[in-house]
């Protein structure tokens, strides 16, 4: 079984940096799949943050690229979400979760997420 | 950016019921359409994957179809579990969207 743990702050100032992990039991970060973020603000639909492969391949939401990095630690099994700049817009529960390859006969569906981390941005 | 338009945004109906909602993609995404499962409080749950696919350990009373820019999710037969909000997301191209939701509750 596949499991997924989010952790971090559930409070971050606005201009700073919100930092959030993601832990992985049940598989390894260096396996075939990508690893990703998704994002649920207050009353709003789910919005896709980015995937990493690797830590040699991301890709990221245009809205958010100049602001997100998504990186992989083998030594500890987890990845990491860093968006730079906050501001209450960025108040959400976030989720991690693991996204199959895209491809022939792949479909890039997100199988297992983590139970999401509320993060308020907030002075 | 492909807009996916969920309908209804809310939906009604009894133990027992046959339900199905619809997703709209704005261009063509072929088949690279899945529906996820949210419950509050809980972690999103993959149904359906590639627009009809049941995603193993998902009850076959969930199925769904469709390809091109028209999907359908459909529940045989409602159980209490699966009052929720449903939602689809495109895997066609970056950034990957989801639909705004459709929440089903208890009639």
């Known amino acids: 079984q596949v499991l997924l743990q989010e952790s971090g702050p559930g409070l971050v100032k606005p201009s700073e940096t919100l930092s959030l992990t993601c832990t992985v039991s049940?598989?390894?970060?260096?396996?075939?799949?990508?690893w990703g973020w998704i994002r649920q603000p207050p009353g709003k639909g789910l919005e896709w943050i980015g995937v990493?492969?690797?830590?040699?391949?991301?890709y990221y939401n245009p809205s958010l690229e100049s602001r997100v990095s998504i990186s992989i630690d083998t030594s500890t099994n987890q990845f990491s979400l860093r968006l730079r700049s906050v501001t209450a817009a960025d108040t959400a529960v976030y989720y991690c979760?693991?996204?199959?390859?895209?491809?022939?006969?792949?479909?890039?569906?997100?199988?297992?997420w983590g139970q999401g981390i509320l993060v308020a941005v907030s002075s | 950016d492909i807009q996916m338009t969920q309908s209804p945004s809310a939906l009604s109906a009894a133990v027992g019921d046959r339900v199905s909602f619809t997703c709209r993609a704005s261009?063509?995404?072929?088949?690279?359409l899945n529906w996820y499962q949210h419950q509050p409080g809980k972690a999103p749950r993959l149904l359906i994957f590639?627009?009809?696919r049941l995603q193993s350990g998902v009850p076959s009373r969930f199925s769904a179809s469709g390809s091109g820019t028209d999907f359908t999710l459909t529940i045989t037969s409602l159980e209490s579990e699966d009052y929720a909000t449903y939602y689809c997301?495109?895997?066609?191209?970056?950034?990957?969207?989801f639909g705004q939701g459709t929440k089903l509750d208890l009639k």
């Open positions: 990493v492969w690797h830590d040699v391949n991301s």
């Open positions: 997301q495109q895997s066609y191209s970056s950034p990957y969207t």
């Open positions: 979760a693991r996204r199959h390859q895209l491809g022939i006969g792949q479909w890039g569906q997100f199988d297992y």
């Open positions: 590639a627009a009809s």
């Open positions: 261009q063509n995404i072929n088949s690279y």
């Open positions: 049940g598989d390894s970060v260096s396996s075939a799949y990508y």
